[in-house]
């Protein structure tokens, strides 16, 4: 079954960076791309940005550009994410989620496409990510 | 950057009930709008996709209208396992794709 397996919790404190796995399961790999949101506690989801498993480029969204990284390693079907520069306020649950997508027929190639729906279908189970000093 | 907003914050009702919550966009989104459960200590689950289409597994009571700004998840009648936060995405225009604050339907 379609499984996304991140890493376990972390303490990290004021100034560090934290990196943050996501290990694929039960399709392939590198034919959805992969979101990043996250949720402080008692508060609503925020999305960080996305990554394409295949040819690993990214967007992220402008709050977070210059300290998240996101990578992917196609040899073993992970995607990580990488914040630097924590503060309090980065204390949250990181979830990734697969992007939503569908296969197409294109009539006028003849060839099967994919359509990304930028909705997030599959969930991980999310990682706590504590920074405290 | 487009706001979602959602209403109520809060939602009282008992299970047997019709739930009815409101997405509401800072400029229009067409139909691209996306509906989550997310239910305390777990990961929202994809309910509705393009403002009314179900996600697959979602129980029929769950639909989805609207289109615009303007956007509505209705529950025909709420079973115990709904009790929980509901929030809106878009996806028309980003980065960043963005979330409501949420809608927490809980028992009357």
């Known amino acids: 079954q379609v499984q996304l397996v991140q890493s376990g919790a972390e303490v990290k404190k004021p100034g560090a960076s934290v990196k943050v796995s996501c290990k694929a399961s039960g399709y392939t790999f590198t034919s959805y791309y992969m979101h990043w949101v996250r949720q402080a506690p008692g508060q609503g989801l925020e999305w960080m940005g996305i990554i394409n498993p295949s040819g690993g480029s990214t967007s992220y969204a402008q709050k977070f550009q210059g300290r998240v990284t996101m990578t992917r390693d196609t040899s073993t079907s992970t995607v990580y994410m990488e914040l630097s520069s924590l503060r309090s306020e980065d204390t949250a649950v990181y979830y990734c989620?697969?992007?939503?997508?569908?296969?197409?027929?294109?009539?006028?190639?003849?060839?099967?496409?994919?359509?990304?729906?930028?909705?997030?279908?599959?969930w991980g189970k999310g990682t706590t990510v504590t920074v405290s000093s | 950057e487009i706001v979602l907003t959602q209403s109520p914050a809060t939602l009282s009702l008992s299970p047997g009930e019709r739930a009815t919550l409101s997405c509401r966009a800072s400029q229009s989104v067409s139909s691209y709008l996306a509906w989550y459960q997310q239910k305390p200590g777990q990961a929202p689950r994809l309910l509705i996709y393009?403002?009314?289409n179900r996600a697959t597994g979602i129980p029929a009571r769950f639909s989805g209208s609207g289109s615009g700004t303007d956007f509505t998840l209705t529950i025909s009648s709420l079973e115990p396992e709904d009790f929980a936060v509901y929030y809106c995405q878009q996806r028309s225009n980003w980065p960043p794709l963005t979330f409501g604050p949420g809608t927490k339907v809980d028992i009357k």
């Open positions: 989620a697969r992007d939503k997508s569908s296969e197409y027929y294109d009539i006028l190639t003849g060839s099967i496409g994919l359509y990304y729906y930028y909705y997030m279908d599959v």
């Open positions: 393009d403002a009314s």
